[in-house]
């Protein structure tokens, strides 16, 4: 079958053995045959400067045109001292401009976090959703997805092992799913 719709993925870490970019991995496998998915790189994307629009850089215009082209998102962030990390936050405030015409605007999206902590990135996804709402998208607000104790898992080839956090994503991604079906056919 062939892919109609495209997932942009957006970690907020930028660790290399992230458990929050596995969490991508692992939800972009869950994704039916007519979806494609593409893991955002916001590492190259350089602080959020308002001088900076009068001449985007070019990881900037990548960044934009990767979004443009995504019918639904997948976030997953790591919580650092309570709040989204800073980078997630830079690629948002990014993909925000122009003002108002922001290529997130109505589009769906679904949050996830991992952290070895016992708290499962509740805070940071407070703060999140928060943003998204200033972005005007979509959220899909249930099943919330928090992956406490990350470290105890994911297998070594990083994949989710954990029968519950498995059942919950599995709802998540469907729900994610529905939803840019959804858009689709009122469009
Ligand atoms: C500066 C810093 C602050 C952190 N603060 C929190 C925190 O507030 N809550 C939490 O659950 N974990 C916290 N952690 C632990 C992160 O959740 C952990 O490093 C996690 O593995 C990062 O996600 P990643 O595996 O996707 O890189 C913090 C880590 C760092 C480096």
Redesign the pocket.
């Given at each position: 079958m062939s892919e109609r719709f495209h997932i942009v993925g957006i970690?907020g870490?930028l660790?290399k053995h992230?458990?929050?970019?596995q969490l991508l991995h692992n939800a972009a496998a869950l994704l039916p045959e007519d979806f494609r998915f593409t893991l955002a790189d916001i590492s190259v994307l350089p602080l959020y400067n308002q001088d900076l629009e009068s001449e985007l850089p070019e990881a900037v215009k990548q960044f934009a045109e990767l979004l443009h082209s995504g019918n639904g998102f997948l976030i997953s962030s790591?919580?650092?001292?309570?709040q989204l990390s800073g980078a997630l936050k830079n690629a948002l405030d990014w993909a925000s401009r122009p003002a108002l015409q922001t290529p997130l605007a109505q589009k769906p999206v679904a949050l996830m976090g991992?952290?070895?902590?016992m708290?499962g990135?509740g805070?940071a996804q407070v703060g999140i959703r928060s943003l998204l709402f200033a972005l005007n998208m979509d959220s899909v607000n249930r099943p919330e997805f928090l992956l406490p104790q990350?470290h105890t898992k994911f297998d070594e080839s990083g994949a989710l092992t954990d029968p519950m956090a498995q059942q919950i994503m599995q709802q998540l991604v469907d729900n994610l799913v529905t939803k840019i079906k959804k858009h689709a056919s009122e469009q």
């Open positions: 970690s870490s660790r992230s458990h929050n970019t790591p919580e650092y001292n309570g991992a952290t070895p902590g708290g990135t805070r990350s």
